[in-house]
């Protein structure tokens, strides 16, 4: 694995509110749902201490391991961690720096500093060194992600690192049905950032519908290893079908053409 900066985001300034939306509109991650809803709870505690003149100490961030495949959530709960640290008096910041390959560290200026683990391009030992000094003497909260086999193998070789990471999430991979929620939730964003801008789904398309054909149209292994990175080019592809016939409703057939056609680039890039 290597580090580099790859992308830092930055947002408005969140209240509790918008990060307990954030937190319900989580498609699965159950589990991690409950811890994150445990933050809130605390942090909500922690107001009403000082507002009856309690002296209030904020937490201390602690640093974590994500632990699942490509697409199931990784950086969607590092924004919302670093949104609720910055809430508590945690962290300094809000920002997410999100880091990958084998370049120079930069800092996340004292927000969330996400390392992705790659298993066949180690991280080189002066980004170690530094990635250790800021967990050591940093004001920036720390989280590698990664695969299981991954970070057993990174972790392992890797003591310094390992006894300073005490937390571990573990992301499950998504379920056809997880999948399509999510379809349906890329398709239906509205502005710049909608995948489908001037087009909208049949009302056909329903989420139990939609799972059916990820299910047969994306095999298991290709489900696996992406997850919800696949279904950008799924809605690109089905959008590009409905164009082509004069249309700006995406029918279930164009979407069922646009999932195997996109599930099919993707077996291609992976060779699967």
């Given at each position: 694995m290597s580090v580099f900066l790859c992308e830092t985001f930055y947002e408005d300034i969140p209240t509790l509110d918008e990060v307990r939306h954030e937190i319900s509109s989580i498609v699965g991650l159950p589990e991690i749902k409950k811890q994150l809803e445990a933050i809130v709870d605390k942090i909500i505690d922690a107001e009403k201490h000082a507002a009856d003149g309690l002296r209030v100490v904020p937490p201390k961030p602690f640093h974590m391991v994500f632990v699942g495949s490509n697409g199931t959530g990784k950086s969607t709960v590092a924004r919302i961690l670093g949104k609720l640290f910055f809430l508590a008096g945690a962290l300094p910041s809000y920002t997410v720096t999100e880091m990958q390959g084998n370049q120079?560290?930069?800092?996340?200026?004292?927000?969330?500093?996400?390392?992705?683990?790659d298993d066949e391009d180690p991280i080189n030992p002066k980004t170690l060194k530094e990635i250790i000094s800021t967990v050591d003497e940093g004001d920036s909260l720390i989280i590698l992600a990664g695969t299981h086999r991954a970070l057993n193998q990174y972790m392992k070789s890797n003591n310094e690192l390992y006894r300073r990471f005490t937390v571990r999430l573990q992301f499950d991979d998504l379920t056809c049905g997880d999948l399509a929620m999510i379809l349906q939730k890329k398709a239906s964003i509205k502005g710049e950032s909608n995948l489908i801008g001037g087009f909208e789904l049949d009302a056909s398309c329903s989420s139990d519908n939609i799972a059916q054909m990820i299910d047969k149209f994306a095999p298991e292994n290709l489900?696996?290893?992406?997850?919800?990175?696949?279904?950008?080019?799924?809605?690109?592809?089905?959008?590009?079908?409905?164009?082509r016939a004069g249309e700006n409703t995406i029918s279930l057939k164009d979407l069922g053409t646009g999932i195997q056609n996109g599930a099919l680039i993707y077996k291609k890039l992976l060779n699967l």
């Amino acid at each position: 694995m290597s580090v580099f900066l790859c992308e830092t985001f930055y947002e408005d300034i969140p209240t509790l509110d918008e990060v307990r939306h954030e937190i319900s509109s989580i498609v699965g991650l159950p589990e991690i749902k409950k811890q994150l809803e445990a933050i809130v709870d605390k942090i909500i505690d922690a107001e009403k201490h000082a507002a009856d003149g309690l002296r209030v100490v904020p937490p201390k961030p602690f640093h974590m391991v994500f632990v699942g495949s490509n697409g199931t959530g990784k950086s969607t709960v590092a924004r919302i961690l670093g949104k609720l640290f910055f809430l508590a008096g945690a962290l300094p910041s809000y920002t997410v720096t999100e880091m990958q390959g084998n370049q120079k560290m930069k800092d996340a200026e004292g927000g969330v500093l996400l390392v992705n683990i790659d298993d066949e391009d180690p991280i080189n030992p002066k980004t170690l060194k530094e990635i250790i000094s800021t967990v050591d003497e940093g004001d920036s909260l720390i989280i590698l992600a990664g695969t299981h086999r991954a970070l057993n193998q990174y972790m392992k070789s890797n003591n310094e690192l390992y006894r300073r990471f005490t937390v571990r999430l573990q992301f499950d991979d998504l379920t056809c049905g997880d999948l399509a929620m999510i379809l349906q939730k890329k398709a239906s964003i509205k502005g710049e950032s909608n995948l489908i801008g001037g087009f909208e789904l049949d009302a056909s398309c329903s989420s139990d519908n939609i799972a059916q054909m990820i299910d047969k149209f994306a095999p298991e292994n290709l489900r696996c290893a992406m997850n919800a990175h696949l279904l950008d080019q799924m809605l690109i592809e089905a959008k590009k079908l409905a164009d082509r016939a004069g249309e700006n409703t995406i029918s279930l057939k164009d979407l069922g053409t646009g999932i195997q056609n996109g599930a099919l680039i993707y077996k291609k890039l992976l060779n699967l």
